[in-house]
């Protein structure tokens, strides 16, 4: 529940403890900003004013309804087609144009530092990743050496330490980060602060599913990431793992997931609130025995 109640002449927001659970445990400042805008605001608000006010920018805006809309904290607006398919077509740059592009100091400060952490000297082709990233996805170039580092360590994480990434795709992780809104240091530090507590947190969702302490794949990090935004737990997962050894005789990512959206369309997070849940709901199988069993008893005595 949510709304406002009155102390005196003070307008007071109430928040239901569900929802500042998921907040709390998505961890997204921009989320969590935007949803008390929302919960502030008297009347319909448009983007530009939550915009102005929040000090936000459109993709970064974008990013927090998103959060929201995955915690089903906010309803999901209608498909629209997203403007950034066009701006991931890179501009052609010229010899001329990267040759007035490396005369500013920044940018060639961020080839040199580039360079050094890739330990490779950097060809035209990769020259030209990074003006695309600066000059038309519009990252500042502080920015994209916090991307590039932040490339690094993902690939050392995922396939050894000295494994470096290609520019091309620094340059796709760049798009994403724009879509973010991740414009300036601050923005960005808090997504990687934010990115590296959920890679913690992976190893206790690992755990939970008794895969021990290996990094997930592909696949099963997007199935974890889900779970993460959704607002389950390791221990909800644990739970939901042990039904589903129970039924299928081992791990079945889908059939799990599977119990997990249930949940989630119950509103069910914790372990807790699914224990609670079940003990109010009648069993389902004990219901249909039961009906079985009173037709029976009906059918014996018409005889």
């Given at each position: 529940m949510a709304g406002y109640i009155l102390r005196g002449e003070e307008k007071t927001i109430v928040l239901g403890a569900d929802r500042v659970d998921r907040l709390l445990q998505q961890g997204d400042g921009d989320a969590a900003l935007l949803y008390l805008c929302l919960m502030r605001a008297d009347c319909a608000v448009t983007p530009q004013q939550l915009m102005s006010r929040l000090h936000f920018s459109e993709l970064r805006l974008r990013a927090a309804e998103t959060v929201l809309q995955n915690l089903g904290l906010i309803e999901r607006a209608a498909e629209a087609p997203q403007p950034e398919e066009r701006s991931q077509e890179r501009v052609e740059f010229t010899a001329e144009d990267l040759g007035r592009i490396l005369a500013e100091e920044d940018f060639r400060m961020l080839v040199e530092q580039t360079e050094r952490v890739l330990g490779k000297k950097l060809t035209t082709n990769d020259l030209k990743?990074?003006?695309?990233?600066?000059?038309?996805?519009?990252?500042?170039?502080?920015?994209?050496?916090?991307?590039?580092?932040?490339?690094?360590?993902?690939?050392?994480?995922?396939?050894?330490v000295g494994r470096r990434p290609v520019l091309r795709q620094i340059e796709k992780e760049g798009y994403y980060w724009a879509k973010l809104g991740l414009f300036d240091q601050e923005s960005a530090a808090r997504y990687l602060k934010t990115y590296s507590d959920r890679q913690e947190q992976m190893v206790q969702y690992m755990q939970a599913l008794q895969l021990g302490d290996r990094r997930p794949v592909d696949s099963e990090e997007r199935y974890i990431r889900s779970w993460m935004e959704q607002g389950f737990p390791a221990e909800t997962v644990a739970l939901a793992y042990d039904r589903t050894v129970l039924q299928k005789h081992e791990l079945n990512w889908r059939y799990l997931n599977g119990i997990l959206r249930r949940w989630d369309q119950e509103g069910w997070h914790t372990a807790e609130q699914v224990r609670q849940g079940e003990e109010r709901r009648p069993d389902r199988h004990t219901a249909q025995q039961s009906e079985k069993k009173r037709a029976a008893v009906e059918k014996y005595l018409k005889w």
């Amino acid at each position: 529940m949510a709304g406002y109640i009155l102390r005196g002449e003070e307008k007071t927001i109430v928040l239901g403890a569900d929802r500042v659970d998921r907040l709390l445990q998505q961890g997204d400042g921009d989320a969590a900003l935007l949803y008390l805008c929302l919960m502030r605001a008297d009347c319909a608000v448009t983007p530009q004013q939550l915009m102005s006010r929040l000090h936000f920018s459109e993709l970064r805006l974008r990013a927090a309804e998103t959060v929201l809309q995955n915690l089903g904290l906010i309803e999901r607006a209608a498909e629209a087609p997203q403007p950034e398919e066009r701006s991931q077509e890179r501009v052609e740059f010229t010899a001329e144009d990267l040759g007035r592009i490396l005369a500013e100091e920044d940018f060639r400060m961020l080839v040199e530092q580039t360079e050094r952490v890739l330990g490779k000297k950097l060809t035209t082709n990769d020259l030209k990743y990074l003006a695309n990233l600066n000059r038309e996805v519009g990252l500042p170039a502080d920015v994209i050496y916090l991307l590039v580092s932040h490339c690094i360590q993902r690939a050392e994480r995922r396939y050894g330490v000295g494994r470096r990434p290609v520019l091309r795709q620094i340059e796709k992780e760049g798009y994403y980060w724009a879509k973010l809104g991740l414009f300036d240091q601050e923005s960005a530090a808090r997504y990687l602060k934010t990115y590296s507590d959920r890679q913690e947190q992976m190893v206790q969702y690992m755990q939970a599913l008794q895969l021990g302490d290996r990094r997930p794949v592909d696949s099963e990090e997007r199935y974890i990431r889900s779970w993460m935004e959704q607002g389950f737990p390791a221990e909800t997962v644990a739970l939901a793992y042990d039904r589903t050894v129970l039924q299928k005789h081992e791990l079945n990512w889908r059939y799990l997931n599977g119990i997990l959206r249930r949940w989630d369309q119950e509103g069910w997070h914790t372990a807790e609130q699914v224990r609670q849940g079940e003990e109010r709901r009648p069993d389902r199988h004990t219901a249909q025995q039961s009906e079985k069993k009173r037709a029976a008893v009906e059918k014996y005595l018409k005889w």
